[in-house]
């Protein structure tokens, strides 16, 4: 089994036709009660379902995910039978990768990641998969459009453009675009089923489409996220210990 493939599976485990009107009113935000902020909450364990598929795998598996807010994110692999095959942990520089199948671990810095796929990868971005989160945080300057069914939110961050798209329905997050200006690479994220666990909101499916060039050719990665059960907790473990047998990679 390929350590780089799971390690892509995890990171990427954390519109509109009518005219569009510029937002001016600066209480807009405040009166159409859009909502930003990530949940608050300290510890949050989830039981997931992830299915990737590219045009040489289609993989199903279920996952453990474990986080303290803005600050870890543990996950577990399990595809058949229960049996854990991988385990990582992420913080806000790096992240560790161990699979157990081939008894070795991978160390990165989001640096590197952001290299290697092509997109500006970091542990705010990777929580906002999970949580349905904008993964850049709202600008008093950012520039808000309303549409027939959304508010569109423009950002910009270095040579990425991103619109986030809030339903005008829900008042929640529906859809992230983000496309590098240099290139073709483009990640188009999607939000649904929000549900109410305790006191915060989140949603129980999330859809990740990846568009990039490799090798001169377009390529595209998709990606389903669904949580079967949300819990928050007041504390949680993150087990994280390699085996002295295990080679780095």
């Given at each position: 089994?390929?350590?780089r493939f799971w390690v892509f599976l995890f990171l990427v485990i954390a519109s509109a036709c009518s005219r569009k009107v510029t937002i001016t009113d600066p209480d807009f935000i405040e009166k159409n009660k859009l909502v930003f902020a990530v949940p608050e909450f300290e510890?949050?364990?989830?039981?997931?379902?992830?299915?990737?598929?590219?045009?040489?795998?289609?993989?199903?598996t279920s996952a453990s995910i474990?986080?303290?807010?803005?600050?870890?994110?543990?996950?577990?692999l399990t595809p058949f039978l229960g049996i854990e095959v991988a385990?990582?942990?992420?913080?806000?520089?790096?992240?560790?990768?161990m699979n157990r199948l081939n008894r070795e671990y991978l160390v990165y810095d989001f640096n590197s990641l952001s290299e290697q796929f092509q997109f500006e990868i970091s542990y705010d971005l990777i929580q906002s998969?999970?949580?349905?989160?904008?993964?850049?945080?709202?600008?008093?300057?950012?520039?808000?459009?309303?549409?027939?069914?959304?508010?569109?939110?423009?950002?910009?961050?270095?040579?990425?453009s991103i619109k986030n798209y809030f339903s005008k329905e829900w008042m929640k997050l529906q859809k992230v675009e983000v496309s590098e200006e240099s290139n073709k690479n483009k990640m188009i994220?999607?939000?649904d089923n929000y549900q109410r666990v305790e006191a915060i909101s989140i949603p129980f499916l999330s859809l990740?489409?990846?568009?990039?060039?490799?090798?001169?050719?377009l390529k595209s990665t998709e990606i389903k996220i669904k949580h079967g059960n949300v819990k928050l907790a007041s504390t949680l473990r993150f087990p994280f210990e390699i085996p002295r047998r295990y080679v780095r990679k």
């Open positions: 089994m390929n350590s510890y949050l364990n989830t039981k997931t379902r992830i299915q990737y598929k590219d045009a040489d795998r289609n993989v199903s474990r986080i303290r807010k803005d600050s870890i994110i543990w996950m577990s385990r990582v942990i992420i913080n806000k520089d790096s992240m560790v990768f998969l999970i949580l349905g989160n904008m993964p850049l945080e709202y600008q008093e300057l950012n520039e808000i459009v309303s549409s027939k069914h959304h508010y569109i939110i423009r950002q910009e961050s270095g040579s990425y994220l999607e939000f990740i489409s990846l568009g990039y060039e490799q090798d001169n050719e």
